[in-house]
């Protein structure tokens, strides 16, 4: 299991951009498929986007499309959601998630796919 620490959280405005940072604790990072969900107060949980090990087809929510980004860079075990446009529906908890191969080059924005968890960080949207 992988330590995830998720960083660039914050306050900002609507319209405003941010980029959130998953960096783990180990190499093997590379050979995971990796996800951002998200967590607003009185909401579930939701998959927001992923990015397989190969990173060429990524799965992004319809409610971010266009809008949100995520990448990887590999030689430093981070994964990246860059975030523009914001909403202050976007408002929540962000969490970043991983899971090992078998990678079968997509991803999904399912849960329970997901064995390592980050401890999240907040981003608020707001005037």
């Known amino acids: 299991q992988l330590q995830l620490v998720e960083s660039g959280g914050g306050l900002v405005q609507p319209g405003g951009s941010l980029r959130l940072s998953c960096t783990a604790s180990?190499?093997?990072?590379?050979?995971?498929?990796v996800a951002w969900f998200r967590q607003a107060p009185g909401k579930e949980r939701e998959g927001v986007s992923c990015?397989?090990?190969?990173?060429?087809?990524?799965n992004t929510a319809v409610s971010v499309k266009g809008r949100f980004s995520i990448s990887r860079d590999n030689d430093k075990n981070t994964v990246f959601l860059q975030m523009n446009s914001l909403k202050p529906e976007d408002t929540g908890y962000y969490f970043c998630?991983?899971?090992?191969?078998?990678?079968?080059?997509?991803?999904?924005?399912?849960?329970?796919?997901?064995?390592?968890w980050g401890q999240g960080t907040q981003v608020t949207v707001s005037s």
């Open positions: 998630a991983s899971h090992g191969p078998p990678d079968t080059g997509t991803c999904t924005l399912l849960e329970g796919q997901y064995r390592d």
């Open positions: 180990r190499f093997t990072f590379r050979y995971h498929t």
């Open positions: 990015i397989p090990s190969i990173g060429l087809r990524t």
